[in-house]
Nanobody, 126 residues
Framework: QVQLVESGGGLVQPGGSLRLSCAAS????????LAWFRQAPGKEREFVAA????????YYADSVKGRFTISRNNAQNTVYLEMNILRPEDSAVYYC???????????????????WGQGTQVTVSS
């Protein structure tokens, strides 16, 4: 059974930084595509970032380019999302996701992913 558990969320000041972690169990993340999504109250789930199965490519939503960085540590079976220059509009529940190992997929589409964590709350406020 595959399980993803997010951590690292919390309250941060505008302009501050936060790093989220997603630990996988039941299966190694090696060879699988990983992504972060977020959802704010009253809004649809939004793509944030993704990292390819081979670690060669990363993808970002326009709203976070230059501020967020996705990375993966296969040895620790963990994917990270480092968030910098945070804005109040970044406030949301952040979810990590894993697919089934497809070589090609629509990175920003939630339906492409097979496993999801329960989410961690990020609040950006002064």
């Amino acid at each position: 059974q595959v399980q993803l558990v997010e951590s690292g969320g919390g309250l941060v000041q505008p302009g501050g930084s936060l790093r989220l972690s997603c630990a996988a169990s039941g299966r190694t993340i090696n060879g699988f595509n990983l992504a972060w999504f977020r959802q704010a109250p009253g809004k649809e789930r939004e793509f944030v970032a993704a990292a390819s199965w081979n670690g060669r490519d990363t993808y970002y939503a326009d709203s976070v380019k230059g501020r967020f960085t996705i990375s993966r540590n296969n040895a620790q079976n963990t994917v990270y999302l480092e968030m910098n220059i945070l804005r109040p509009e970044d406030s949301a529940v952040y979810y990590c996701a894993m697919d089934k190992g497809s070589r090609y997929l629509a990175w920003s589409q939630s339906y492409e992913y097979d496993y999801w964590g329960q989410g961690t709350q990020v609040t950006v406020s002064s």
